[in-house]
């Protein structure tokens, strides 16, 4: 793990706010259409506080449990009050408890068996959990999410779970240099997204794009960008295969 300095960091900060705006001004979109969520995951807990103090109060991470240990180490400080932590990886069901008591949105929905356990363990907090549905626009084996023709009719099952609500979709791009390739999973993404709002008006947003491909997926429509290694330092390679290629991937 190479993390910047703080100030380099903010500098960052800075300048994907100006990459963002010009990429939105390229395509015709208003830079307050595309949030950005700061992905925090593999990082130490100061680094929330820095992405906090500049002016980024919800942060993305990817494990339950590494989200849980920073809201933890974090809340000693009652200047995070306000702080919303994200989830944007996936869940086992058995640890769909953890998002009544931590999480404010869920971008990694990807089974009916999850949901069930959502909604239940939300309905007991007296809470309704925004989520996005995950889909697998690659198709890639090694990728979590929904398949693409899958994606409508579970989102039209979820419409039963009423403390969860699906505002939206997400995808993880194929691992590709060919632009082409990715902005393909990002088009197939938006399609499934107009499909489903006909239906289904709350499923607006679109959480794609990542430090490598964001200003493809803005151009594509992301309402949601999850931007981690861009403004923080890059994160050990043997870690990020581990994630983005899990062995244990069973459902
Ligand atoms: C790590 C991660 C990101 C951010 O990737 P970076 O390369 O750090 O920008 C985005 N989405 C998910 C689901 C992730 O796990």
Known sequence: ???????????????????????????????????????????????????????????????????????????????????????????????????ADYVSEFHALDSLRLAARIDRFMAEAGRVLPVYVQVNTSSEESKYGLPAAEALDFIDACAAFKNLRVIGLMTLAI?????????????????????????????????????????????????DIRVGQMIFGSRDIANELAHFWPEDKAR
């Open 1 to 99: 793990m190479a993390l910047f300095a703080p100030e380099k960091i903010k500098e960052n900060f800075d300048l994907l706010a100006q990459r963002i705006a010009d990429c939105c001004e390229r395509v015709g979109r208003r830079p307050d259409e595309v949030r950005l969520i700061p992905v925090t995951k593999e990082f130490p807990p100061a680094v929330i506080e820095i992405a906090y103090a500049s002016g980024y109060k919800q942060v993305g991470e990817n494990k339950v449990q590494e989200l849980v240990d920073k809201y933890e180490a974090l809340k000693q400080n009652g200047a995070y009050g306000d702080l919303d932590l994200i989830l944007i990886g996936h869940l086992q069901s058995n640890k769909a408890r953890f998002l």
């Open 175 to 223: 691992n590709s240099k060919n632009d082409e390739e990715v902005r393909q999973c990002f088009r197939t993404l938006r399609q499934l997204r107009d499909q489903a709002q006909q239906k289904h008006p709350s499923v607006s947003r679109l959480s794609m794009g990542m430090s490598g491909d964001f200003e493809i997926a803005i151009e594509e429509g992301a309402t």
